[in-house]
């Protein structure tokens, strides 16, 4: 086995990645003490989009392909460590953290010791799916400077990412942002602009389909019934009334959705010091976005879930219902506020 690969989801800046580094790799001193053969990971539901999209690349590539499966379940049970090592509530963060977690774990077992990373193209390159909404180029660059600040890495494994080296985020924060908005009606998805410069016809990087893959939010990517059931479990251990005394319970950085409660109950019980609380952001979020999104597009607070098919119109497998699932929408009935919760049926494997 290798000391080091690449985390590989099928996305556009992971993919890219690979296939920088399965081009560079012949010749190098990993290639003749560790072979020229590029070992990558995924993880993923049984079924899921990354999962799929990942092995394409993989063949394409030719790297040794280690794809890791786990369930809905195995995600639940991993959430309390998972929160007390990573030391949030924010429901973005442990969505994603989990399955990393998982994987993590499984590719630190097989003695790999680094892995390389597409981290960080969304931030600089505004890539996350709200940025459809951004106004004009000013708003854009400024909440591209926002998001690269508030990076974070996996866990458990020495992490490379060659998207956030200093130089290549110099060339990326120069170019004129208005090259990097989204323009749908001129054929310009996000990371329109990155996507381009690897656009090579006569030695493609990639096959042309996931060169053009819309954004795929990690959470979102490992499976769609990831998130569904998270909050199928939340509910399951969050009443209604519990929700109504959110604000007494939790007055700073109040839960809005049954998820959100269960996860800082258990931040909570690991981390009960007021100055704990203090260090999680908070804020209305829709697709991995700061409070920008809502100010960008007043229609999406109505449908606030930080899942990138939240961003109604926008995402191509967006919630069909203007509601994202398992979002708490208080209405007054009578003078007394009642709660009305809509999580689907999704069956929890074990």
């Not at 920088?20 to 899921?48: D, M, N, Y």
Request: charged share 20%.
């Amino acid at each position: 086995m290798t000391d080091f690969g690449v985390l590989l989801s099928g996305g556009l800046d992971s993919s890219l990645v690979a296939s920088i580094t399965a081009r560079h790799l012949a010749g190098t001193k990993a290639a003749k003490q560790w072979g020229a053969q590029l070992h990558s990971f995924c993880v993923g539901l049984e079924g899921s989009p990354d999962l799929k999209a990942a092995k394409e690349v993989a063949d394409y590539l030719g790297t040794v392909h280690h794809e890791f499966h786990f369930t809905v379940q195995d995600g639940i049970d991993a959430i309390e460590e998972v929160i007390y090592h990573i030391e949030t509530y924010d429901v973005t963060t442990i969505r994603a953290s989990t399955p990393m977690f998982l994987m993590s774990r499984k590719i630190k077992s097989l003695g790999v010791k680094m892995v390389i990373s597409g981290e960080g193209s969304d931030e600089i390159f505004g890539g996350y799916l709200y940025f459809h909404k951004a106004p004009n180029k000013e708003e854009f660059h400024r909440e591209t400077c926002h998001k690269g600040k508030q990076v974070n890495f996996s866990m458990g494994l020495g992490s490379s990412s060659p998207l956030l080296d200093k130089e290549f985020i110099s060339v990326a924060m120069d170019i004129d942002p208005e090259s990097k908005m989204i323009k749908r009606d001129e054929g310009r998805i996000e990371k329109w602009v990155l996507r381009r410069a690897f656009d090579d016809e006569q030695h493609p990087y990639l096959p042309k389909h996931i060169l053009y893959r819309q954004k795929e939010q990690f959470s979102d990517g490992v499976g769609y019934s990831w998130i569904d059931g998270l909050k199928a479990h939340a509910a399951q251990h969050v009443t209604d009334k519990m929700m109504l005394n959110a604000g007494h319970i939790f007055p700073h950085n109040t839960p809005n959705t049954k998820e959100a409660y269960y996860y800082r109950m258990i931040f909570e019980r690991f981390f009960p010091q007021n100055s704990a609380r203090l260090t999680v952001p908070g804020g209305a979020s829709i697709a991995c976005s700061t409070a920008k999104a809502v100010e960008w597009d007043a229609s999406w607070s109505n449908n606030l879930d930080p899942s990138g098919r939240a961003a109604l119109g926008v995402h191509l497998s967006a919630y069909d219902n203007q509601v994202a699932p398992g979002v708490v929408q208080p209405e007054i009935i009578n003078n007394i506020p009642q709660i009305t919760v809509s999580s689907p049926g999704v069956e929890i494997l074990s």
